[in-house]
């Protein structure tokens, strides 16, 4: 089977983990019915404020979020509309959970992007179903969203998906002042691989070298992707530079042991890949434009220092 049809193959299979599930009302006592019902099927994470809730969406994206509509510091629907503005958490979906249930409180609801309406107090076989249900479409439109996104040779994510993840992870390292790594890597000497071996294997190559790539990010929020031709990107969310520059050399002798022949290379007998890593600690947040500029240049530098290593840098930016 293609690597492509792995992939689409994995997307559709049953997540292995619980689905997340946030909870918000500034009433414990109805949190905790909640975590009653949920806790056997979902990771059930609660929030009090409206304002600890936003922050939690763009920080770790739950699958789904159960919202009281009355709140002291901000409503309900101020969350929703907060929510539905944000790349980052627009796609996650709401459900109204709330003592009113008129009917003009509910159609604003729906308008403003929520999926459902539920009234408190709350039966739990029908809540249950009505989570099940939206996180079966999320589920699914997750699916759709990332086949959207894949690269049709190598089965990663493609160059449209980096870049969108790119600045969404740029932002979200901006607010939570938490650390970012990106690293830009390529095939060395790829165009005499090509002409030794043929178009054919080189398209084997660059597969294999995905798929090595992929195997080394075992965190779930890592992301690699093919940014064109030869050369790939990967995303690490909080990851300290130090920590970007060992899984660089990693991934540098992960794809070297595939031991791919490569007769025309001038570094190795086998095929190898160079690497430059940028890093921003978070303190003071730079542009992704920054952060890919001084990946590219720094995988230059590896270029000009022989191949087949990674060179790296800490973005420093002006407060």
């Known amino acids: 089977m293609p690597h492509t049809e792995n992939s689409i193959v994995s997307l559709l299979s049953t997540p292995a983990a619980k689905p997340r599930l946030l909870v918000v009302d500034d009433q414990p006592i109805n949190i905790q019915v909640m975590h009653q019902i949920f806790a056997a099927d979902c990771q059930v994470f609660m929030s009090t404020s409206a304002a600890q809730a936003l922050q939690f969406c763009r920080t770790t994206p739950p699958d789904l979020v159960l919202l009281d509509i009355v709140m002291p510091d901000m409503d309900g629907f101020e969350v929703c509309t907060r929510l539905k503005a944000d790349p980052a958490t627009r796609d996650i979906p709401v459900i109204f959970v709330t003592a009113h249930t008129e009917a003009d409180q509910e159609t604003r609801g729906l ?3 929520a999926v459902d309406f539920i009234s408190k107090p709350v039966v739990p076989a029908v809540v249950r179903a009505r989570v099940k249900t939206q996180l079966t479409l999320k589920f699914q439109s997750d699916v759709l969203r990332k086949l959207v996104f894949l690269d049709g040779l190598t089965g990663v994510f493609n160059r449209r998906y980096f870049d969108q993840q790119l600045a969404i992870e740029v932002a979200r390292s901006a607010r939570a002042q938490s650390p970012l790594a990106l690293i830009m890597l390529d095939v060395d000497f790829f165009k005499r691989f090509n002409d030794h071996y043929g178009h054919q294997a080189g398209d084997d190559c660059l597969r294999t070298v995905a798929q090595t790539l992929k195997a080394c990010l075992r965190r779930p929020a890592d992301l690699v992707a093919r940014y064109g031709g030869e050369e790939f990107a990967c995303i690490l969310p909080d990851t300290a530079f130090s920590d970007a520059m060992a899984l660089a050399r990693e991934l540098e002798q992960a794809v070297r042991q595939q031991a791919m022949a490569h007769a025309d ?17 978070g303190q003071n947040p730079c542009k992704a434009a920054e952060l890919l500029a001084l990946a590219d240049a720094q995988l230059y530098q590896a270029k000009h220092a022989g191949r087949a290593q990674a060179c790296g840098s800490e973005l420093t930016c002006p407060t």
């Open 111 to 113: 308008e403003l992007g």
């Open 265 to 281: 290379s001038s570094v190795a007998d086998v095929v190898t890949i160079s690497l430059g890593v940028a890093g921003q600690n």
